[in-house]
């Protein structure tokens, strides 16, 4: 059973920064892949960042994200983190976490946690 929880999401001004947590039951080793995803209403799923466990922990960022968005993890504690800074309005979304089980999945998600950027 895997169980992902997010946390750090809230209310934001433009150009402010939040710090996303994904709390892995177990450990993040075992996955192939872990990322951040984000949802914002009328649009589908989208992907934000993901780090691999393999390859040296290479990672892959939108290229809305770029040079904005850090995505990093704590092997002990069996966290993955969301460094997001100069938010933007369009930013808002429900933001989760992803793990894949391997490269062809499954993927389990959290539950997500809202990120809401506004003057």
């Known amino acids: 059973q895997v169980q992902l929880v997010e946390s750090g999401g809230g209310l934001v001004q433009p150009g402010g920064s939040l710090r996303l947590s994904c709390a892995a039951s177990?450990?993040?080793?075992?996955?192939?892949?872990v990322g951040w995803y984000r949802q914002a209403p009328g649009n589908q799923r989208e992907m934000v960042a993901q780090?691999?466990?393999?390859?040296?922990?290479?990672?892959k960022y939108a290229e809305f994200v770029k040079g904005r968005f850090t995505i990093s993890r704590d092997i002990a504690e069996n966290l993955v983190y969301l460094q997001m800074n100069s938010l933007q309005l369009e930013d808002t979304a429900a933001y989760y976490c992803?793990?894949?089980?391997?490269?062809?999945?499954?993927?389990?998600w959290g539950q997500g946690t809202q990120v809401t950027v506004s003057s």
């Open positions: 780090l691999y466990s393999d390859s040296g922990s290479g990672t």
């Open positions: 992803g793990a894949d089980l391997t490269n062809r999945g499954p993927r389990f």
């Open positions: 177990g450990s993040i080793f075992r996955f192939y892949a």
